[in-house]
């Protein structure tokens, strides 16, 4: 069985980095090079979705859609008034206001679903959780392809019991939010490598992997390994395509200062990976399990941190490999990491 992102003529994957770092002139470059496109559709409502799966469709041959699946978890309130009160002082020095109460959401993920049924596209895949049975067979049934990302040897399980097509494993060293089902666990440091490894010997599906990919070594360490392809994100960060921030891209280039990486809830209350900073050090002590409630709570802060050029209270997505990101066209990019595996 073949899937969409083995069809490419390299096996890269352009990761879908939501919240506007993954742009539609991301996935044309993306697919210009040879690799497999993603949208971002985390975060985005249908009608924001729309223009960019449409704009897709006229740039690449092949391409996928990323959606965030609902895994509400159950919220601890006194904890989540303890993060209030928390980041109130820093608040009131951006001129943010704090919403006193917790606002949840679906990411309007019903909504994308069916129109996604409407407007079919080659592969949909899931985050945060693994799509149902019922949506797999819905989007089967208008010839779409369904990708679940898992974290762990027992999603992958679960993943193709429900019929998926495909895999993407992500390993605890990728920049941004963990996929993982159970984000109350807590995820251990591990390579990319093993992991594949050993879902592999437990699923047989066609799968794609990333996480802490740092150039292009890992990528054929993971080809080797039996992943079909190979998820990007963090090299694309400072692509000129990608919408990355400008206090974002310096941070990233600043490796005297920004040192390390670390998976913290301090954001939105899901664990994610970012360079550690001031944001970091001050809330992930207080942090806690509670997405969407503490992305929505801690937004308004980082918008006017990111307006006012601060980057020690955004959240500097960023995998372990982020050293190794370069500024340049991501086409040239991509190019340079697949180029010796085409197919």
Do not use: C
């Not at 690799?35 to 041959?61: K, M, N, Q, T």
């Not at 049924?117 to 819905?138: G, H, K, Y």
């Amino acid at each position: 069985m073949t899937i969409a992102f083995e069809t490419t003529p390299l096996p890269i994957i352009g990761a879908p980095m939501a919240g506007g770092t993954t742009t539609p002139e991301l996935v044309t470059a993306v697919a210009a090079a040879g690799g497999f496109p993603f949208v971002a559709g985390g975060y985005l409502s249908v009608d924001a979705l729309a223009p960019l799966v449409e704009r897709a469709r006229a740039s690449a041959e092949t391409f996928g859609v990323n959606l965030f699946a609902p895994n509400p978890v159950p919220l601890d309130r006194a904890a989540f008034d303890r993060y209030v009160a928390a980041l109130t002082p820093l608040a009131a020095s951006f001129g943010v206001e704090l919403a006193p109460e917790p606002v949840d959401d679906d990411d309007h993920y019903e909504e994308k679903i069916a129109w996604l049924i409407d407007n079919p596209v080659p592969l949909v895949s899931t985050t945060f959780n693994l799509p149902t049975a019922e949506v797999v067979d819905r989007l089967h049934a208008v010839g779409t392809e369904v990708a679940a990302t898992v974290t762990t040897v027992g999603e992958a399980t679960e993943a193709a019991a429900r019929g998926v097509d495909a895999i993407i494993v992500q390993g605890p060293r990728a920049g941004g939010h963990t996929g993982t089902v159970d984000p109350t666990r807590t995820i251990e440091d591990r390579s990319t490598l093993d992991l594949l490894r050993e879902i592999l010997a437990e699923v047989d599906l066609p799968t794609a992997a990333g996480g802490g990919v740092d150039g292009v070594a890992a990528v054929e360490e993971l080809l080797e390994a039996g992943a079909s392809a190979v998820v990007v994100g963090t090299l694309l960060l400072l692509a000129d395509e990608a919408g990355t921030s400008a206090p974002h891209r310096a941070a990233l280039q600043d490796a005297a200062k920004y040192s390390e990486t670390r998976l913290t809830r301090a954001f939105t209350g899901r664990p994610a990976r970012a360079l550690v900073n001031d944001f970091v050090r001050e809330f992930d002590p207080v942090a806690l399990d509670a997405y969407p409630a503490v992305h929505h709570l801690t937004k308004g802060v980082r918008a006017e941190a990111k307006k006012a050029g601060d980057p020690e209270n955004l959240n500097l997505w960023a995998g372990t490999g982020y050293r190794w990101a370069m500024p340049g066209s991501a086409e040239t990019i991509v190019k340079e990491l697949g180029a010796r595996f085409a197919r």
